[in-house]
């Protein structure tokens, strides 16, 4: 069952988690919610969904003014090429239960979204005051930092600060996220069976090597040889008799 903005409102009061709510029309950008926000001290914050060609899915929260390499993001977290891009916009509803314009680090209390990366930014760590909405754009949540990690280990997760503006590093340790990444143990034993099959056709097809002239298995072309050389030899121990010899043995038949 997905959870509501109402339903989520009233888990952060029932956890103790002070949360200041402005309500305010629908908005689809930072720049419009600060029409209405514009007052507030508090944080305003820029959200990605993001996702790789394995379809692990990743949700970033950085404060407004970070600026989010996507590149150096998905070296950092050890995906190989293409690395992340946007997420599907379709994946906003089915996997978060937000629409456009509302998604926020607050969406992973869905039960769908239970696979989904939180990377927070480092640079909201500390903060009293991190405007939110709460599933819906039509409202926005100041919460802080140890608010939004007490959120979070109630849905036994951690609160993972990164510096998002941080290149990677050179060698082996460009990959410092990796350990971030989701393991699926049923994809790693698919995966591994594939290869396992593939290995086993390829070793199927060398035993059995075909000769492209005959259009037939080399075996099978030896035991023709075999035969052809046989018969030949028969022929050259009884070779054919000529005209004269047969018309001598006919002599003989008749005049024995």
Do not use: C, W
Request: proline share 7%.
């Amino acid at each position: 069952m997905a959870v509501t903005p109402a339903i989520l409102l009233a888990k952060l009061q029932g956890l103790d988690i002070p949360a200041d709510v402005i309500n305010h029309p629908a908005v689809l950008t930072v720049e419009e919610a600060n029409k209405y926000t514009g007052d507030d001290p508090g944080v305003d914050v820029k959200n990605l969904f993001l996702k790789d060609k394995r379809n692990r899915l990743f949700l970033v929260t950085a404060e407004a003014s970070t600026k989010v390499d996507l590149k150096a993001l998905g070296i950092r977290l050890g995906i190989p090429k293409p690395g992340v891009r946007m997420a599907p916009s379709e994946l906003l509803e089915t996997v978060l239960g937000v629409p456009l314009g509302s998604v926020t680090p607050l969406a992973v209390v869905q039960p769908t979204a239970s696979s989904v990366v939180l990377l927070l930014d480092q640079k909201l760590k500390g903060q009293h005051r991190i405007l939110v909405h709460p599933l819906t754009n039509d409202k926005t949540v100041a919460i802080s930092s140890d608010g939004l990690e007490a959120f979070l280990r109630s849905l036994q997760r951690e609160a993972h600060y990164v510096d998002l503006e941080a290149q990677p590093a050179a060698g082996a340790g460009q990959a410092d996220l990796r350990h971030l990444l989701p393991t699926n143990s049923n994809t790693e034993t698919a995966e591994k069976q594939a290869e396992s099959t593939s290995e086993a056709r390829s070793s199927s097809s060398a035993s059995t090597t075909f000769s492209p002239a005959a259009n037939m298995p080399i075996k099978a072309k030896s035991a023709n040889a075999k035969e052809a050389k046989q018969l030949a030899k028969a022929e050259s121990v009884s070779p054919p008799l000529s005209m004269q010899d047969l018309a001598t043995n006919i002599v003989q038949q008749v005049n024995p």
